[in-house]
């Protein structure tokens, strides 16, 4: 049985930094693009960064130069590094690996950027 589980997530003032963390089971990991998707309340969800086998990266340009997506094929894991943190970053943020048609998605960590 796949898993996929986030953590990371809490309250944290403008500008200030979170890393989040998506640790994967129960898949062969490097195999996987894996990607991050945030959902803001009354919001669809949408694309964050992404990290495909070969390590290369893709950003949504609302968070391009603020956000940074890695992954750690030894350990499972993926992450994603979020400095200047706006109140508008405020969202679920959920864990995705990808494999041709196959996708699989963590439960969501909460992300709130406020004063």
């Known amino acids: 049985q796949v898993q996929l589980v986030e953590s990371g997530g809490g309250l944290v003032q403008p500008g200030g930094s979170l890393r989040l963390s998506c640790a994967a089971d129960?898949?062969?990991?490097?195999?996987?693009?894996m990607r991050w998707y945030r959902q803001a309340p009354g919001k669809e969800r949408e694309f964050v960064a992404r990290i495909n086998i070969d390590g290369e990266t893709k950003y949504a340009e609302s968070v391009k130069g603020r956000f940074t997506i890695s992954r750690d094929n030894a350990k499972n894991t993926v992450s994603l590094q979020m400095n200047s943190l706006k109140p508008e970053d405020t969202a679920v943020y959920y864990c995705?690996?990808?494999?041709?048609?196959?996708?699989?998605w963590g439960q969501g960590t909460q992300v709130t950027v406020s004063s």
């Open positions: 129960g898949l062969t990991f490097s195999t996987y693009a």
């Open positions: 995705n690996a990808l494999w041709g048609n196959i996708k699989y």
